[in-house]
């Protein structure tokens, strides 16, 4: 097989999974993991459910690549985000802004890791952990890092980098009240500015001061601060 014939075939295959776990997302999120079959989410992709199981062994393991891709999306745009920054102070507030903009464009995945982690088979749940906390060392690097230059004051970097990942979270799971309170660049401004009077050295402020202000966060359809007729209620409408 040719070149160009194998980059079409590898091209239709990264499409065609996108496209399964798509429809696994909405659906589980929707109407719940254990309701949902593989043949549910066959239809709602458009495919034979023969077809899905060349992509995935059962319905556990269809569960497991839609919960993997966020965290895949995190560990692709947090480092490319950081590419290029070299001020410590600066790199810790991008990988923090990046995490949350994978999140506020994934929202339903976020918000079914939580609801249907717990479904998974242990091996696979204990998958899903590692790669949250191989996502997590990326952001523990850059809070070390501003400890290390005196930027922010010594604390425990496993909790500081915690309170990032639920600052995120927080924006789907809670994203039927927020988004009527603030627009995400609102939300990571006043999240962080949080968190820079918890942590920021005199050094420190000195430095956040002369940052250059962060490119505006991409919109994911957000809805405008005051727009509360078309709110949705309830724990439900997080995504």
Known sequence: MSAPSR??????????????VAAAVELFA?????????????????????????????????????????????????PRALRGLADP????????????E???????SCVLAYRSTKSL????RRVIKEAEMETNALIAGCVRDCIEAGLFRPVDVELATYQVVMLAHAWALKHWRM??????????????DLFAHALLTPRGWRRWRALPAP?????????RPGARGRRRSGPAAAS
């Open 179 to 192: 988004r009527d309170l603030w627009t995400l660049d609102e939300y990571l401004s006043r999240g962080l």
């Open 121 to 124: 088979r242990r091996d696979r």
């Open 102 to 108: 994978v999140v506020d464009r994934h929202r339903e």
């Open 89 to 100: 102070l600066e790199r810790w507030r991008t990988a923090a802004r990046a995490y949350c």
């Open 30 to 78: 929707g109407q719940g993991y254990h309701q949902t079959t593989v043949q549910d989410v066959a239809r709602r992709a458009g495919v034979s459910a023969g077809l899905i199981y060349q992509y995935v062994a059962d319905k556990d393991d269809l569960l497991l690549q839609a919960l993997a891709t966020v965290l895949d999306l995190y560990r692709q745009e947090i």
């Open 7 to 20: 980059l079409s075939d590898d091209l239709l295959v990264q499409r065609r999974r996108a496209q399964i």
């Open 215 to 223: 490119a505006p966060a991409p919109r994911a359809g957000a809805t």
